[in-house]
């Protein structure tokens, strides 16, 4: 392949220098640069209230913050990670970057709504993080009133207001992402022949539309009543705080979608790749994600079967909650058989799939013994839940996206990450992840509740292991830092198409052209057929 | 630069030749990216709306007796006056793209004038409400006076009342200022038989927010009689 024309072309990179051409385009490329390196920064400020966490819970009686700094230390935990990064990581950066290639357009369907989207996501990060800045916030990620709504005495007000504004950036971004798919798709790109990423982005955007609106109108509420004194969400004068939680959880259960199934679309494309098989069961792939999409607008009870629900409410949801294992289960059992007498390639963005399938099927498991009512009574509010959505959020999604930057690095800035490097850290991570986190399955079950200053001294080893932990995960997220960026200057020219991967985008030159490919293409065949082995590998 | 430079469409053989953004094939690919993104945008306007709808609903299963109370405050003629103003407004609207489809250039910049009006005088009669409210210590807060055993389930109606007709406001005055710049591009003759799409989607939104109306009106004025 042509190692010249690669990188000194023009393309979407070196097509203008100036400030005003970043941050003023509509070119979706460049929109998800502006993104990755937003969401990178949040990853980080979110990262470092977590060692500040593991650091305190280090010895029983704490010794390094006020009980009341480390309550604002969860709940900004919880905020920056959840609505400034996962939220927006795959679909915001690689689904940004990724879905009009995918689909052979020239830019998504509203290009100026997707820069008004990166904008609306930056004032409602500003908002909220002058709210961290000026006093905190102390509610956890959930805001439960009436605690919120009456008693905190921290800065509620304005950070539901950057919470508020940040949920249109997400809507704008679903939205776009679906008339894409429906209307922007090149001659020939039926629905059944889309790669699984543009399935799996297609149902997420779903979940953005539907769901996120009702977050938004709830924190309204809840600024409101704490603004005005008014009574919807307070017991005192009639109001009613399960009305809260269960509007919370419509959005924030689906949520964990928005989080998933992007992920999940990245290891089916890393998956059919390295192991040069088309995806094993293909179309059933493509529904298990519309499947969980739809699930997971049903199951939001199942995070309120303490609260004084209903139980017969509870019975419901539980049953519910078991059935989204079922197309999760297809999509781990299809990448297997995928795999299964595949030529595999272990290359990093492979190990980072692997790690994906072991972890999201532990952090899944796990649910399932949380989705059971009498089961849950035990563990909830425990660490176990902690450890529970971390294998899904960080051993799931956060692997997900890792193995996704690593995977389409080459295409996105035309140069070849560190092999060695990469797949060392990829190492590092998962070790560290996993002597973070499951010591926190053994705590939750021996009785440690979540969000606690203090802890019993017998707790004291098993912390101590999940903070060693944390500093190794720690490393393993700054290493890939330093060599990714080491490689924009230094790295291996990648050529078009280093993996010899078969959907669209890695049929153009890397990085692409600012209009994406020199003409519409003609498609006509599904999206992972690949030929035979010797034509690859002749390089 | 990367802004979508417009270049004219290649099948266009009328008058005024319509721009096609850089990232469609042609113009009715473009109306029907249009078309798809409004209904989208307004099944999540249906969200939003609907968090505050089923905040209404659980209150109002808990406290009957004090939304009838509240709902004896409300004003209803005023409440059946605005209801029969937006629903000829949304009628001017129609006619108004109709005539837009129609090429009548003049005709239908006037209907989206009428529908303005109207729209107009929606929210000068909930403003005459609102005041009303205002004086009578119907607007909740720590101004909020009523006697009786319910009084703070009479205001949280109150508090659901403001926010609900409130964001509707809003939506309305959104909804003003798209029409005034559809009237200008009416008026540059912007729009033909074959391009009218902006004028039916403006159109798309604006008979959503009334149909919201239709909604509150029974819900915020209409429960005393049938309770």
Known sequence: MSHETAVEGTNYLNNGYSLRSWFLTTDHKRIAILYLFTIVLFFFVGGSFAVLMRLELMSPQGTLVQAETYNKLFTMHGIVMIFFFLIPSIPAVLGNFLIPMMVGARDLAFPRLNLLSWYVFVAGASVTLFALVTGGLDTGWTFYTPFSTSYSNTRVVPAMVGIFITGFSSILTGLNFIVTVHKMRAPGLTWFRLPLFVWSLYATSLVMVLATPVLAITVAMVAFERATGIGIFNPAIGGDPLLFQHLFWFYSHPAVYIMILPAMGVVSEVIATFSRKEVFGYRFVAAASLAIAVYGFLVWGHHMFVSGQSVYAGLVFSILSYLVAIPSAVKVFNWTATLYKGQIWFQTPLLYAFGFIGLFTIGGLTGLFLAAMAVDVHLTDTYFIVAHFHYIMVGGAVMGFMAGIHYWWPKITGRLYPEGWAKFSALVLFVGFNLTFFPQFLLGYLGMPRRYYHYPPEFQVLNVLSTAGASILGVGYLIPLIYLLWSLKRGKVAGANPWGATTLEWQTASPPITQNFPTTPVVTSGSYEFPALEEVHSE | ?227
């Open chain 2, 1 to 227: 630069m990367s802004f979508p430079h417009w270049r004219k469409s290649t099948v266009s053989d009328h008058a005024h030749p319509t721009p096609v953004a850089h990232q469609f094939d042609d113009r009715e690919q473009q109306t029907e990216v249009g078309r798809l993104g409004m209904w989208l945008f307004l099944a999540t306007e249906i969200l939003f709306f609907g968090g505050l709808f089923t905040a209404y609903l659980v209150m109002r299963w808990k406290w009957p007796e004090a939304f009838a109370v509240a709902n004896s405050k409300m004003d209803v003629t005023l409440g059946a006056i605005n209801t029969a103003v937006l629903l000829t407004s949304s009628l001017t609207m129609a006619l108004g793209v109709r005539a837009a489809q129609l090429g009548r250039g003049k005709g239908s910049f006037a209907l989206i004038i009428a529908t303005m009006v109207f729209g107009l005088a929606f929210l000068g009669i909930k403003a005459v409400e609102y005041a009303r409210k205002f004086q009578e210590g119907l607007f909740p807060g720590p101004g909020f006076v009523f006697e009786g055993a319910t009084g703070r389930q009479v205001e949280t109606f109150f508090s659901l009342y403001f926010m609900m007709t409130g964001l509707h406001a809003l939506h309305m005055v959104v909804g003003i200022g798209i029409l005034t710049v559809i009237a200008a591009m009416i008026r540059r003759g912007r729009f033909s038989p074959d391009y009218y799409a902006p004028v039916e989607i403006s159109g798309l939104y604006w008979h959503f927010v009334d149909i919201i109306w239709i909604f509150l009106f029974p819900l915020l004025y209409l429960i005393h009689p049938h309770l």
